[in-house]
């Protein structure tokens, strides 16, 4: 009985200092972690009335490592330059096919996030990556810094990108007939279409070389080009060409997108393509 008491003392011995230990060890103090919310620029706001709120579409010109190819030589834009890109692409591609789509075409269908890179990218192959769409959720636009909205051919190029992308985007939400599109010009893509100048891939079917590396490229090129051209231009071009299986071949591939359009979204592809050029206009005239 007497060892139990001993013990019992003994521990509750170790408990106390064990008690005054813990005391005197030093408390965790204020937290490290920066929570202040940074301050939104005039920029920032602007984007909000014209992109968050009525699209739903976040903007992101701050430099995020995340979001880009670290292997490349890339950095983010100009802040004096991101507004004017922002315009052109507000004017011609969101307001256009809200005119012709309706208000909440754009709402529905779109990315959630654009990303604005100020610098080429360059691929190993001398070609220039204008855009990339990443699951339909974000659009990458690259050389906005190198962007003139005096210059209609600049903006035009530009904005072939975001309108190209968007097509991607389009299709992974209704597919376009790839069936009927396949046999139009089924021995003309080629991972190489870089080594071919325009000219010729225009007397082989295709609307630009890029077209030429996979069917569904082939669409979005068609689809966007015809957006950026006017209707005369247009037809200009489909004078120009020489070959009568091409010249076929192309009206073909302008018919299953104005098909596309019209069935899958109920939208007239010509009006959405006068809207563009009307809105292209009012950009450089601006």
């Known amino acids: 009985m007497k060892l139990f008491k001993y013990n019992k003392i003994a521990v509750l011995a170790l408990v106390s ?20 919310q940074p301050v939104k620029t005039k920029l920032d706001n602007w984007i909000t009335t014209n992109y968050l709120t009525p699209y739903n579409i976040n903007v992101q010109y701050k430099w995020n490592q995340n979001t880009v190819d670290n292997s490349r030589y890339l950095f983010p834009p100009t802040i004096e330059k991101v507004q004017p890109a922002l315009e052109i692409v507000q004017t011609i591609w969101l307001k256009s096919y809200a005119t012709i789509g309706g208000a909440d075409f754009v709402k529905k269908i779109a990315p959630r996030e654009i990303v604005l890179v100020g610098g080429v990218n360059l691929n190993s192959v001398g070609t220039r990556t204008l855009g990339l769409a990443e699951g339909g959720q974000r659009v990458t636009l690259f050389e906005t810094d190198y962007i003139d909205k005096s210059n209609r051919e600049n903006v035009a190029e530009f904005i072939h990108t975001i309108q190209h992308e968007y097509i991607h985007i389009l299709n992974q939400n209704k597919p376009f007939d790839e069936k009927s599109w396949t046999v139009i010009t089924p021995g003309g893509y080629t991972a190489d279409w870089y080594n071919y100048e325009i000219p010729e891939s225009n007397e082989l079917g295709f609307i630009t070389s890029y077209a030429r590396s996979n069917i569904n490229e082939d669409f979005a090129e068609t689809a966007s080009m015809i957006l950026i051209y006017s209707k005369d231009e247009y037809a200009a071009f489909l004078a120009g060409i020489q070959s009568p299986f091409a010249l076929e071949a192309l009206k073909k591939k302008e018919a299953l997108v104005v098909k596309y359009f019209k069935e899958a979204f109920n939208m007239d592809f010509y009006a959405l393509r006068d809207e563009a050029e009307k809105n292209t206009t009012a950009v450089i005239t601006n």
Do not use: R, W
Request: hydrophobic fraction near 25%.
């Open 17 to 36: 200092i064990a008690l005054v230990s813990c005391g005197n060890d030093d408390q965790p103090g204020d937290s490290q972690l920066d929570y202040t």
